[in-house]
């Protein structure tokens, strides 16, 4: 029998990561968030489809998720509409509007972050949300 020893502490150092689903359609954004998130100690889960958002936040059980509102086919209020059916991890919209903050509070998001920002502000806002999560 072979033994895997490194690869599940590795595997379990992962686990303990506090895992966020990312979701905008555009990638640049994605890699910026996912980088960020990395480099603050979170497991960053990203997609560019609402779809697929919903699936992983099904599949992967993600701590937390940050949601863009502009996308299409689904935008991000019918995600989080969604999600709300099924999930009860706090979610963050991304939204370069400050109109859609009331909306976005109102359908069940737990914060708003106005586009553009920080890098730094978004981890404070996740921590947050997350606090008892431990990261570095």
Known sequence: MM????DQTAEARVMLRPKVLVVD????ILRFVQTSLTLAGYDAVTTTSGEEALKLAQTKEPDLIVL???MTPLDGFTVLERLRRFCTAPVIIFTAS????DVAISR???D????PFR????IEMIRSLIPQAETH
Do not use: F
């Open 112 to 115: 708003v972050l106005i586009k």
């Open 119 to 122: 890098p730094d502000e978004l």
């Open 3 to 6: 033994s895997v020893a490194c």
């Open 25 to 28: 359609d555009e990638a640049r």
């Open 68 to 70: 863009d509102v502009v």
């Open 108 to 110: 069940g998001a737990n």
């Open 98 to 101: 400050k109109q859609a903050a």
